[in-house]
């Protein structure tokens, strides 16, 4: 096959953009089309739920909006051309072309990066102040009813629903958290750890009703109330709706590729059609480093995942695995939650620190006799020691040996002070 | 010779530049990013590149100096 002269990355977001520079990092010099659903320029999506959400600094200002590059950095540096504000509707493997509402762009290399969207709740559509948490605008809009100092009721006790609790309270205002399984977090974190963080929440004054779903959310014009289904009531003026994302695979509808929770793809984040790889949310796909298929939703992956797929779709006889040790991070209430590697163990041990009084613990994740995983609240400094033991595959046993090393050497640092 | 420095301002001590590369990084019990070594030879250039592209908030860049 010729040198690919035209690579297409549909979804402006970040693996999108690291597409893009990955391209020409590598020294593509053909054309990039761009292509984004949103108006918006590119911009970061982790403050959204964050620090972007804040009451307004000293100087009375509130935090800008994250972009990750100028317009004129995209179209000039980078020599993009950069389509915004109408999404893609269909691809033609065969003919390599996208469908972009009038337009078709025809395509060498393809990367899809459409990430995913929020789930929403059925029947509250109309209702002002009811709100998921994915976009630039949905995180505005819910800024806009924080400033005015809203009574917040946070649907689902996942991460970005526990982080807008955790800005609710932090601007002072009430905060309730309604979960429909028993323990938030479990498929993020396991059972244990899940118990262990949600309670933070109660610990910082939010509410959190766990294994109780929602039955209406009611008012008139704007929302008034939340009405669960064991007939609670509560009164509300902002309700986020934080149930979980669904890949954006709609309009792949008849493209031939296999779709199966996301695009499904190997090792090299290829689909198996020629020319189109994936990356990002949207990407489910093989990672060696764990042998597992999985589906990413966090920073690092869409990153990682968005170069590499570049530079695979540009040169796919020279394609290389992307593998890596999954990591995610969450802000509540000035504490920091980290995780590495998988939560699917065999057994999770708490190796320092004490969930029940402190606020800083380890906890390791052991399958067979290897180390899969790890969680830190407020440890920062020990982390990545474990995501990279993880990557070289290291063992249960070592892990655990470490774990007391760093143990003793906190506790005699701490004595020290 | 090739140096890779350090925003503080920008940085928050998630510390993935300490998975990728933890000859130059290493996050503190505070949380604060230490960098370990700043010259960066050949042989280390890509471990460091990716740290640089695997901070969520582009705190770390390499700069010739």
Redo the contacts between chains.
């Keep these: 096959m010729t040198d690919p002269r035209r690579l297409v990355v549909v979804g402006a977001s970040l693996a999108g953009l690291?597409a893009v520079e990955a391209a020409r990092k590598t020294g593509f010099d053909g054309e990039i089309v761009l292509i984004g659903a949103e108006e918006h320029l590119p911009y970061?999506r982790?403050p959204l739920s964050k620090a972007f959400l804040g009451a307004a600094d000293e100087s009375g200002e509130l935090a800008e909006v994250p972009f990750f590059r100028t317009e004129q950095t995209l179209r000039d540096e980078l020599d993009v051309d950069v389509r915004l504000g109408t999404p893609a509707t269909a691809l033609d493997t065969v003919a390599r072309r996208v469908t972009v509402g009038d337009d078709q762009i025809a395509y060498d290399a393809l990367v899809i990066a459409t990430g995913a969207h929020a789930r929403l709740i059925p029947g509250a559509e109309g209702l002002d102040g009811v709100h998921p948490l994915r976009t630039l605008d949905d995180s505005l809009a819910v800024r806009d009813k924080l400033e005015a100092g809203a009574r917040t009721v946070v649907i689902g006790a996942g991460f970005i629903g526990s982080e807008i609790a955790s800005t609710a309270r932090k601007r002072g205002l009430e905060a309730t958290i309604i979960e429909a399984l028993p323990t938030p977090l479990v498929r993020a974190t396991g059972h244990e750890m899940g118990a262990a963080i949600a309670a933070l929440h109660e610990l910082n004054g939010a509410t959190l009703r766990c294994g109780v779903g929602v039955s209406a959310i009611e008012g008139d014009g704007k929302v008034e109330r939340v009405v669960l289904a064991d007939g609670t009531t509560i009164e509300a003026d902002l309700v986020v709706v934080g149930i979980g994302v669904i890949p954006s695979v709609g309009w792949l509808e008849g493209s031939g590729l296999t779709i199966d929770n996301g695009i499904v793809c190997d090792e090299n984040l290829w689909t198996g059609v020629p020319g189109v790889y994936a990356a990002g949310d949207v990407a489910n796909w093989l990672n060696p480093t764990l042998g597992e298929r999985q589906r990413m939703e966090n920073?690092?992956a869409a990153?990682?995942q968005g170069?590499a797929a570049a530079r695979n779709a540009l040169d796919p006889e020279n394609a290389r695995p992307y593998g890596t040790?999954p990591?995610f991070?969450s802000d509540w209430y000035d504490v920091?939650i980290?995780f590495?590697g998988s939560p699917e163990a065999d057994e999770v041990r708490l190796v320092d620190g004490d969930p029940g009084g402190g606020d800083r613990w380890v906890a390791l994740y052991r399958r067979g006799d290897r180390l899969i995983g790890a969680l830190t609240v407020?440890g920062?400094?020990e982390?990545?020691?474990y995501?990279?033991q993880i990557?070289k595959g290291g063992s249960w046993d070592d892990a655990l040996a470490f774990a007391e090393k760093r143990r003793i050497a906190?506790e005699e640092?701490l004595a020290a002070v | 010779m090739k140096c890779v420095t350090v925003d503080f301002d920008k940085c928050t001590g998630l510390g993935i530049c300490e998975s990728l590369a933890p000859d130059f990084f290493e996050v503190n019990d505070d949380g604060e990013l230490i960098v370990l070594k700043e010259d960066i030879s050949d042989a280390d250039l890509q471990e460091v590149e990716e740290a640089v592209g695997g901070c969520p908030t582009e705190a770390l860049k390499i700069v010739e100096r």
């Design positions: 690291r970061d982790p920073w690092t990153a990682e170069a040790v990591y991070w920091r980290q590495v407020n920062q400094a982390i990545m020691k995501r990279v990557m906190h640092k």
